[in-house]
């Protein structure tokens, strides 16, 4: 998901039975389903009942009740990391990079990925794939003196 399309998800566009979010009018203004894994469920729905609570509008709102922005999202990314103790420079679009390189080299196929990740055509996932091929590229050159000839 987006920076851009995360703060503008509203509480109803999440389906807690299913574990997805709706992505309503997102890059393209293109709708689409994200899934969220089951072990985030619980908290997810936590952190939205607090936000119904405070009779909020937006999954992702400050205390002053307006959604947050792209760049308080980025903040906030940033503090967590920090406290966190990562030294590397983290942004909510590297954590996306990194999520769909992952699922790339997990081998799951680009018909799967592709309809969650947003990107209109299967050749636009092919960054993804050459870090994919590059990582492949290091562990052969690691190997291949070993090779029986």
């Given amino acids: 998901m987006r920076v851009s399309e995360l703060v503008r998800v509203r509480l109803e566009d999440v389906d807690y039975e299913r574990c997805q979010i709706r992505i309503n009018a997102g890059k393209g203004e293109k709708d689409r389903i994200v899934p969220f894994p089951i072990s985030f469920k619980e908290v997810l729905a936590m952190h939205a009942d607090k936000m119904r609570q405070r009779n909020a509008e937006y999954l992702f709102e400050s205390s002053w009740k307006r959604k947050y922005t792209d760049r308080g999202i980025r903040k906030k990314l940033t503090k967590y990391a920090k406290e966190a103790g990562i030294k590397r420079n983290i942004s909510p679009h590297r954590l996306r990079h990194f999520l769909l390189t992952w699922l790339k080299k997990q081998g799951i196929d680009d018909a799967f ?15 993804y794939s050459k870090l994919s091929i590059e990582d492949a590229q290091k562990k052969y050159d690691q190997v291949i003196n070993r090779f029986p000839i």
Avoid: F, K, M
């Fill in 113 to 127: 990925i592709q309809p969650y990740s947003g990107h209109s055509t299967r050749q636009s996932l092919e960054v």
